[in-house]
T-cell receptor, first 113, second 117 residues
Framework: SAVISQKPSRDICQRGTSLTIQCQVDSQVTMMFWYRQQPGQSLTLIATANQGSEATYESGFVIDKFPISRPNLTFSTLTVSNMSPEDSSIYLC??????????FGPGTRLTVL | AQSVTQPDIHITVSEGASLELRCNYSYGATPYLFWYVQSPGQGLQLLLKYFSGDTLVQGIKGFEAEFKRSQSSFNLRKPSVHWSDAAEYFCAVGALLPGAGSYQLTFGKGTKLSVIP
């Protein structure tokens, strides 16, 4: 299985600021994803991070709010822009290697004041 | 569109007792099915998966799950629960994306398991 690390593990931010979350994988992976888990809720897919091209966003999520980069097959970033308290969530990076299994990083716990 | 229902929001069992967590899915074809566990303050760990073949699948930590097509269910079981099993459990269905040769995961809302020593 892939080993996934995320930075930061948690942060407390002020309204109106932006935070960039990093996701690093210990091996090259085909697909990388970003999920949001709001307090007490399940996981919602934000976008699929495509290497060398724009991310593919799910309904309800837009690039201006959640810009994503994926410069290579082992790294991606998610930025949460112009934050509001409603953005307080856990943000999870996830990867899929050859085959079907999908693995998740430890998450970034974001609190917006 | 696919969906996953986990009817039990919170379950409490005594240590050593058996466990069954329910999961029902809605999907028009044979799904890929997964169970993940999330311990407090942690990310998600894959417990087991079903793609095809034997409908009873074994996972890590002594868990197993059975795919029942007629009931659209994929319930998770463990014969004897340990205190360290206290966590949140998520069932997920992987639905194939048309023309993409890939699938998208849809998660249930989760079941929180508490274990009484």
């Amino acid at each position: 299985s892939a080993v996934i690390s995320q930075k930061p593990s948690r942060d407390i931010c002020q309204r109106g600021t932006s935070l960039t979350i990093q996701c690093q994988v210990d091996s090259q992976v085909t697909m990388m994803f970003w999920y949001r888990q709001q307090p007490g809720q399940s996981l919602t897919l934000i976008a699929t991070a495509n290497q060398g091209s724009e991310a593919t966003y799910e309904s309800g999520f837009v690039i201006d709010k959640f810009p994503i980069s994926r410069p290579n097959l082992t790294f991606s970033t998610l930025t949460v822009s112009n934050m509001s308290p409603e953005d307080s969530s856990i943000y999870l990076c996830s990867v899929r290697q050859q085959g079907i299994e999908q693995f998740f990083g430890p998450g970034t716990r974001l609190t917006v004041l | 569109a696919q969906s996953v229902t986990q009817p039990d929001i919170h379950i409490t069992v005594s240590e050593g007792a058996s466990l069954e967590l329910r999961c029902n899915y809605s999907y028009g074809a044979t799904p890929y099915l997964f169970w993940y566990v999330q311990s407090p303050g942690q990310g998600l760990q894959l417990l087991l998966k079903y793609f095809s073949g034997d409908t009873l699948v074994q996972g890590i930590k002594g868990f197993e799950a059975e795919f029942k097509r007629s009931q659209s269910s994929f319930n998770l079981r463990k014969p004897s629960v340990h205190w360290s099993d206290a966590a949140e459990y998520f069932c997920a269905v992987g639905a194939l994306l048309p023309g993409a040769g890939s699938y998208q995961l849809t998660f249930g809302k989760g079941t929180k398991l508490s274990v009484i020593p």
